[in-house]
């Protein structure tokens, strides 16, 4: 049952449940109970499954694991003959065994508790549901707050079928990137607390980075001083790794592709092998400093900057869509929310048992995936322009 066609039938007829259910949901007092319950049952049913579409999990139990047999993570690879004795059952699994980790600090310590902890695979998909759920009750915070509706704004996150899939199936750490990103937000106002929780973003995904400017600008010196001492702490258990620390993270933007939108216009129009990846981190920086110019409040910058990262990446795999879903279920951006569904659509274009990334897409995929999204924006953008820029009344006869 676990084909391509399926897959595409299934997550079709989930994706149209998830955009019923938030026409309809209202922001009454009741509701609550139905909301959680059933965001807890969709991830209950999956936890038991293996991964097939991803299985990345396989790669956070290793780096674990070696760490628990005295090897750094850093700068060595599965494949790595000192590391022939530590082969576990599950080692076929792994992706890409032959490359270093790409996983930041934070990553790489939430690892090691999980193998101090038993190295199963279960319990990491279980500590990535917990800050999954988490991370939807701070996202209610907010939203409370700041006069949104609180079960919108949590249906969105809890109930995006894209998001169970992938934490409560593949096992994939999404979470760990949007829990802090979410507590960075809902602490606005405590600047130094804020920054604490988005250095520690930083040490899970380099995109985190992109944002610094802008928050830094809106929250002043405290909140720099809080997330440049968070990542500080983090990252001084692997300090012996030295440069890996940047490089190792960075090694999947600079070498990687896969999924590539609006980046290729940047590629045709830049030559070379690394400069293309350059412009396009100088565009993203570029947006971070428009935002720190307009003093942007927290959630619409991190709304701007990560959605310039993805549609500015050479690498999009499908679980990168859902950094943005917190902001886009708080801003109601509807284009990027659909955009965490056509983001499935990989893995219906790849055959079964293939990972994301292990080979080229048809062109349908790209054009399916990010033809209705730069259509949404272009149309919100020119919206926003006209309603900012009114043209003049037509003169009477």
Do not use: N
């Not at 026409?23 to 049952?41: F, I, N, Q, Y």
């Not at 800050?131 to 109930?159: C, E, F, K, N, Y």
């Not at 935002?291 to 310039?308: D, H, K, N, T």
Request: proline fraction near 9%; hydrophobic fraction near 55%; charged fraction near 10%.
């Amino acid at each position: 049952a676990d084909a391509p066609g399926w897959r595409a039938l299934f997550f079709a007829g989930a994706f149209a449940a998830y955009a019923l259910a938030a026409s309809l949901v209202k922001d009454a007092r009741g509701g609550a109970a139905l909301l959680w319950v059933t965001a807890v049952a969709m991830r209950l049913v999956l936890l038991p499954l293996d991964p097939s579409l991803s299985t990345d999990a396989y790669r956070y139990l290793w780096d674990g694991h070696i760490q628990t047999a005295g090897f750094g993570p850093f700068g060595r690879s599965p494949l790595d003959p000192d590391l022939a004795g530590l082969r576990t059952p599950w080692f076929h699994q792994i992706p890409d065994p032959g490359s270093v980790t790409p996983f930041p600090p934070l990553a790489q310590i939430s690892f090691l508790i999980l193998s101090l902890a038993g190295g199963a695979l279960l319990q990491a998909k279980l500590l990535w549901v917990g800050l999954d759920l988490a991370t939807g009750w701070v996202l209610g915070r907010v939203a409370h707050h700041t006069g949104r509706s609180r079960r919108l704004t949590q249906l969105l996150w809890l109930w995006s079928p894209l998001l169970v899939l992938e934490v409560a199936w593949s096992g994939h750490l999404v979470p760990l990137v949007s829990f802090p990103l979410a507590l960075a937000v809902l602490l606005a106002r405590v600047p130094t607390a804020s920054g604490v929780a988005m250095g520690l973003s930083c040490m899970v995904t380099p995109a985190s980075l992109a944002a610094l400017p802008a928050l830094a600008r809106r929250s002043g010196y405290r909140f720099l001083v809080g997330c440049l001492a968070a990542m500080a702490v983090v990252a001084a258990p692997y300090a012996l790794a030295g440069r890996e620390l940047l490089t190792a993270p960075a090694r999947v933007f600079l070498e990687g592709r896969f999924l590539e939108g609006p980046y290729l216009l940047v590629e045709s129009a830049v030559p070379g092998d690394a400069a293309p990846r350059l412009v396009a981190l100088a565009l993203v920086l570029g947006v971070s400093v428009w935002a720190a110019w307009r003093r942007m409040r927290v959630e619409a910058a991190l709304l701007w900057i990560l959605g310039a990262a993805l549609l500015l990446t050479p690498v999009l795999r499908p679980w990168y869509a859902l950094w943005i879903l917190p902001f886009a279920a708080l801003r109601l951006a509807w284009p990027w929310i659909l955009f965490t569904g056509l983001a499935f659509l990989p893995y219906v274009a790849l055959p079964v048992g293939s990972l994301p990334g292990s080979g080229p897409l048809p062109v349908w995929v790209h054009l399916a995936v990010w033809l209705p999204l730069l259509t949404l924006l272009v149309r919100e953008l020119w919206r926003a322009w006209a309603a900012r820029f009114p043209s003049p009344a037509s003169p009477g006869p």
